[in-house]
């Protein structure tokens, strides 16, 4: 079974600080997407990351994906309110489906 | 913006009721998923449709659950004889298939509606 554990948890940080949200599994994944998710609505992907190694950057995030395709982590520069919310990892194992497999998420709160 | 999109956004029942929810993907999508997702967890995966066909389906997918997408467009889920362990956010989701004209696979991404939020009393 794959699983996809993410770490912290839970984050509460003030405006202006950096962060660094991790992604871990011992299962290889095709690809890994980034997602978030504000309350009561449906998740928003961010970024995927297919090749091992691969570092992408979306304004003040930064995506990489580890090089035996295993984890990944997000870094957010200079967080501001607006970046409050779930941040979800999900992996695709490919094959026929490309169902994905989440992380249980972190929850994310940039004070002002 | 022609995003996935789901219907009901909320649905309040009974125990005991069957309630069915719909979900129209992104038009040019011929991939469609159904997840569950309940509070504090990541979504869980329930189903996949390629086109018409239904090829996997979860084991959280008891069998008072069925899902439908019979033109390959839109897809109905169908909770019959709901439980209150049921109270979840039903999310769909859609994405391409095959490859680019680069040769990159496409499907990788999955594209989220809002939701159909369930409560059962």
Redesign the interface.
Known sequence: TQL?EQSPQFLSIQEGENLTVYCNSSSVF??L?W?RQEP??????LV?V?TGGEVKKLKRLTFQFGDARKDSSLHITAAQPGDTGLY?C?G?GGG??????????TLLAVQP | DTG?S?DPRHKITKRGQNVTFRCDPISEHN?L?W?RQTL??????LT?F?NEAQ??KSRLLSDRFSAERPKGSFSTLEIQRTEQGDSAMY?C?S?RGGTDTSGR?L?????????T?LTVL
């Open positions: 996809l095709s690809s997407q997602y009561g609505e449906g998740p928003v992907l995927t297919v979800l999900a695709s026929a489906t490309n169902k994905l497999i989440f992380g249980t998420g | 996935v789901q991939r998923y997840y504090g967890q990541g979504p869980e995966f996949y390629q090829l996997e999310l989701a994405s696979v499907g990788y991404e999955q594209f989220f509606g809002p939701g939020r």
